[in-house]
């Protein structure tokens, strides 16, 4: 598929996965499927070479993962040590080129952290160090074109567990900076997406199913995600029940904040 579209000249990205890190998958697992009134879709036991456990759950056709270490010396254990448990972990693009995308990357400066070949997915990891923020990763699966079509590190059926009567899209992610421009012209170098502005002058890079925004921080972290979800304030409520900080339209849980957009 992939010398197809090179052929015809089509290229295309969008948001996959987000991935959280927690010291443990509960209660961050629990909590998330009981507030926004998601389902488990999988588990995946090949992240237990990496000395991981994780759970994922699709909002819509975007899926949201939580992994949490298993023992100590793990890249996600390091992360957690070294942020205070505050930041998502990585950002995972569908591509129709991800080899291409990581070559690119590469000729910026930024590293390959790890290259995942499981036929029919094949998936770049690129530092997170050089990336700054977050890992970065470009994937593809032969016939995954379908944006709810195969997807194997969701599961052989993710798709029958998606739910939209509580929560119907994940739209954003906030990304700290002391620098958001230059973080978003970065992002936007290896993503491959020219930096505009939103309504309110920050840095954005437009994806086809969610936009990501750069906001004034005090160092480099992915920093919340925002949901459109069906009556903010039943959702605000359940959140508030399981003890999660509330703030306004928005809480704290699995090191970010979740807001909430009608």
């Not at 990585?90 to 080899?99: K, L, R, V």
């Not at 309110?200 to 004034?216: D, Q």
């Not at 900080?245 to 957009?261: H, I, Q, T, Y």
Request: negative net charge; glycine residues 10%.
């Amino acid at each position: 598929m992939n010398d197809e579209l090179r052929k015809r000249g089509t290229s295309y990205i969008r948001l996959r996965q987000i991935c959280l890190v927690a010291p443990h998958l509960e209660p961050v697992v629990g909590d998330i499927a009981g507030i926004m009134g998601l389902c488990v879709c999988y588990r995946d036991r090949n992240v237990g070479k990496y000395g991981l456990e994780n759970a994922l759950l699709p909002v819509d056709s975007v899926l949201l993962e939580v992994v949490a270490p298993l023992q100590p010396g793990t890249a996600a254990g390091r992360f957690l040590d070294k942020t205070g448990g505050r930041g998502g972990y990585m950002a995972i693009f569908a591509c129709n080129d991800p080899d291409e995308r990581a070559q690119q990357a590469q000729e910026m400066g930024v590293r390959i952290a790890n290259v995942i070949d499981h036929a029919p997915y094949h998936g770049v990891q690129l530092h997170p160090r050089d990336c700054r923020a977050a890992f970065i990763e470009f994937n593809h699966t032969e016939g995954s074109d379908d944006i709810l079509g195969p997807y194997p590190p969701a599961g052989p059926d993710w798709q029958r567990s998606i739910r939209k009567d509580v929560t119907q899209a994940l739209i954003g992610v906030d990304m700290e900076s002391a620098e958001p421009q230059g973080l978003a012209e970065h992002w936007g170098r290896i993503i491959g997406i020219a930096v505009t502005q939103n309504q309110a002058g920050e840095p954005e890079l437009r994806l086809a199913n969610c936009s990501f925004r750069f906001v004034k921080g005090a160092s480099d972290i992915m920093s919340a995600l925002t949901f459109r979800v069906a009556d903010i304030a039943s959702v605000r409520d359940a959140a508030r029940k399981r003890g999660c900080a509330v703030a306004g339209d928005s809480f704290l849980l699995g090191g970010v904040a979740f807001r909430l957009a009608a």
